[in-house]
């Protein structure tokens, strides 16, 4: 993140979420908001994907990841009694403003400074009302911890709670991101977290498509001044995980997205690829 200057990435999710609402008509991940929050630049960010093949693996990953989250908080909030949401790194997400679980849900949206102050400006000149049932927690995750943004906030650790934290692990050390599971994997209410990786590249040293992509994300992201910080091996992030109170993990590789949500269209390459994590302690 560039000093006091709202994250670039953030950005760039977001309109790859409106594009795919437009290009793709939102199959995988419907998102009435998705245009409106972009404001006056919402059509010609559009046109550019549209005119940039090469960004459609990236899109459907992200609307992936979205689609796979909201599914899985639903099914908390069905099933296990969730009432507290926390989004982190929250981005341009649009839940909490079309939520259909008014009162019964209350929602923390948890970002750097800089980047939430532009997201409610933002959302006030497209006249998105804010939820009552919105809390804004500003933390920047390399210098606070969660724990006292959460705390400043109201949030109350005794109520089981769904974290998601899509298209943030990647710009962290590996320190903030231990730091922050194990935050999430403590916390007495009990708590489940959903959240995207990239695995290192090729240990054979060849370089292939996946590596190549991914090159060329981490150039790009880069010069917007997010360079990616950490990636992990699948099994030791299990394990990782396991023991920092973590007793379920589902982890969606590239095969297991292409399966679940592609297995009649063209998707994201079956063999290497970002993954999904839903990693719940309870
Ligand atoms: C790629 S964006 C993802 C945003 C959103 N979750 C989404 O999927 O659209 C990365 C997010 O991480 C946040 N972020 C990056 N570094 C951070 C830090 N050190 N502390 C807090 N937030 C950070 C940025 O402000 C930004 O909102």
Same mark, same amino acid.
């Given at each position: 993140? *560039? *000093? ?12 790859? $979420? ?10 995988? =991940? ?5 245009? $409106? ?7 010609? #960010? ?12 990236? $899109?459907? =990953? ?13 099914? !908390? ?30 929602? =923390? ?6 980047? *939430? !102050?532009?997201?409610?400006?933002? +959302? ?12 804004? #927690?500003? %933390? ?11 705390? !400043? ?5 005794? *109520? ?5 934290? +899509? ?51 981490? !150039?790009? %992201? ?13 099994? #030791? ?24 949500? =592609? ?20």
């Amino acid at each position: 993140m *560039q *000093q006091g200057k709202p994250s670039r990435t953030a950005w760039g999710a977001a309109v790859h $979420r409106a594009a795919h609402q437009v290009l793709e008509h939102g199959f995988i =991940f419907n998102d009435p908001l998705a245009m $409106r929050i972009l404001g006056a630049d919402a059509e010609g #960010a559009v046109r550019e994907a549209e005119n940039d093949p090469s960004r459609r693996k990236l $899109r459907l =990953f992200i609307a992936v990841r979205t689609r796979f989250a909201e599914d899985a908080l639903a099914t !908390a909030v069905a099933r296990c009694g969730v009432r507290q949401l926390v989004v982190l790194g929250a981005g341009l997400d649009t839940y909490a403003y079309r939520s259909s679980l008014g009162e019964g849900l209350r929602i =923390f949206e948890v970002d750097h400074p800089a980047t *939430q !102050a532009w997201k409610r400006q933002r +959302l006030s000149e497209a006249a998105i009302p804010v939820p009552r049932t919105l809390v804004f #927690a500003p %933390v920047d995750f390399e210098l606070e911890t969660l724990a006292d943004g959460l705390a !400043a906030a109201g949030f109350d650790a005794a *109520q089981p709670t769904f974290f998601t934290w +899509l298209g943030v692990v990647p710009y962290l050390t590996e320190q903030a991101v231990f730091s922050t599971l194990g935050f999430i994997g403590s916390l007495p209410g009990g708590a489940q977290v959903v959240f995207d990786y990239g695995n290192p590249p090729s240990s054979s040293g060849k370089q292939d498509e996946y590596g190549a992509v991914r090159e060329a994300l981490a !150039a790009r %992201v880069a010069s917007l001044g997010e360079a990616f910080e950490s990636v992990f091996e699948t099994d #030791a992030l299990h394990a990782k995980l396991r023991a920092l109170g973590f007793r379920e993990v589902e982890d969606l590789g590239p095969g297991s997205i292409r399966e679940r949500y =592609f297995a009649k269209r063209g998707g994201p390459s079956p063999d290497r690829g970002g993954h999904i994590v839903r990693a719940t302690t309870a």
